[in-house]
């Protein structure tokens, strides 16, 4: 067991490694030249190098490499080129406010993805199945922004009952702040819901075909308690973990929707840095949401493994 | 469903599968059969896919001969305009009819996401191929590259990219092939590894035949199945992608019409309750990935069977 979890933390960083390779390739070696990028095509070649000394980018890529990764690592993660400022100012508040969104969305979601997928599973095959599967599907392959805007037309422009905005005016209690982020969330509960209920669905249905339901049935216990003793402890262990994998991708999601409510998180930072064409802070961006995404996944298999022996062995399945 | 422990000498990274858009396929290898066909017209929800998809594609071929107006042209006297007889989904900022918009709109996302989709099963179906079948430290190294490029989100990996090298037409088509290329690597892969231990590829080998042979000639017509539901799959996601680059300003860049960069362009003004400017770019947005989707569930449902 010890051994399954070493491993899965060694691959986790190995992953991590590859990953920064491959977000300082597209941030730092791909635009090409970024003293160019910064001051434009007009610039003369002379104020292009200068800012290529500044800026360090005139050292061959492994050497910049090492600097960012081992910064990165002592947990400098490089200066702003649009705001001469450490990113790490501008990053660690950004990473609060997703935090406080997500957890939102996640507030709502997760019960009702549950509910969602149980009482499909035990309709199973009928009209209600069918809806909620079907509703649960189409809402999460509709972009972010999209359902955002159906949202926000509904709830804030034609019945006002809640602000256009997600950024609560400072000082707000935290009651407003939550009023301000529940239409934010909306649309990332609508991508989670399908997905979350059609786990929940299927361990749900796997339960009830199971023998011990079957004797629990027979042994005259009344379908409630079958239900909440039996079918729902079992069939939510893996919806649960599924769950916690679903965590650095509610991150992905909120880097859209951050955009459409002018919240200032990280998907809004990124999304700035690159229009700004602030590298520095658009890598750090970028390599956070891995970081979040890759520790939400091995944290979750770690979870599975616990809750499920069967996966200890590193065996059969 | 892909939950259960995925066991193999290499574990992936993940034995739940990954977020909602990769590993939530069920390889369930075959070949695609001619009663598939028959089966496919006669489910409702491919017919009705079928039915939105022509419709959009009528408008990105024909779009700018039936519009009413000229979706680039601005009209200063009737800016922000809501929906009228004239303009029956309004003007936007500029003036231009949003209607003309969204029928044409519908052009560049319709050429740029079967482009993108088609690259990336081309190369996702080519490296799952060399994965599963010559497997070893091909496989090894290939799989952690492929887990690393997809430890973000596709949109985020996409845009990392799209930024990194510019915005254009065949830019777009690029970067997300590839991206979407990793995604079908590790479905088909895994549809291989299935393959592999079956006799007709000792009889392969023992007959001679090459390596490539093998891969597309041996083993590619049984794994058509996951290959043309991933493609169907992606094409959905493909669309989402696109729409969620232009509307971040990183796609379809204006004055094209374009739902995405449409919305990117008008959203400022929701709060002053112009509405119809970016409801309707959503709405085509939405029935676009919806009908894309029925149409790959019905695909895979029939071949699931």
Known sequence: MLRYALKRTGLALLTLLLLSVIVFLAAQVLPGNPGRAILGPFASQQAVAVLDRKLGVDHPLVVQYWRWVSGVLRGSLGTSYQFQAPVSSFLFPALGHSLKLAAVAFVIVVPLGILGGVTAALHRGGPIDRVISVSGLS??????????IVVIVVFAIELKVLPVTADAPPGSSPLTQLRYLVLPAVPLVFILFGYIARMARAGTVEALG????????????????????????????????????QTGYLIGGLFVIENLFNYPGLGRLIVTAATDKDFPMLEAGVLFIGIVYIAATLLADLFYMVLNPRTRVGGAS | MSVGPAVEEIPEASPLGRGGAAGALDVSAGRIRREHLHQLVRTKTFLAGALILAWWVMCAIFGQTFAPFKATSPNLLSFNSAPSAAHWFGTDALGRDVLSRVVVGARDILKIAPLATLLGTLVGTTIGLAQGYIGGIF???????????????????????????????LTLVLVIGLVFGLIIARTVRAAVLQERELDYLDAARLRGETTVHVMFVEILPNVMGPVLVEFTVRLGYAVFTIATLSFLGFGVQPPTPDWGADIAANYQYLAAG???ETLFPALAIASLVIAVNLLGDSIEAVLAQ
């Open chain 1, 139 to 148: 809402l999460s392959t509709v972009p972010e922004f999209v359902s955002g």
């Open chain 1, 210 to 245: 199971s023998d011990y339901v079957r004797t629990a049935t027979l042994k005259g216990l009344p379908r409630w308690l079958v239900i909440r003793r039996h079918v729902l402890r079992n069939s939510l262990v893996p919806t649960v973990t599924v769950i916690a994998t």
């Open chain 2, 139 to 169: 496989d090894l190294v290939v799989g952690r590259v492929v887990d690393a490029a997809l430890a973000l989100p596709t949109v985020i990996v996409a845009f990392l990219f799209v930024v990194a090298v510019g915005t254009s037409t």
């Open chain 2, 274 to 276: 112009y509405w119809w």
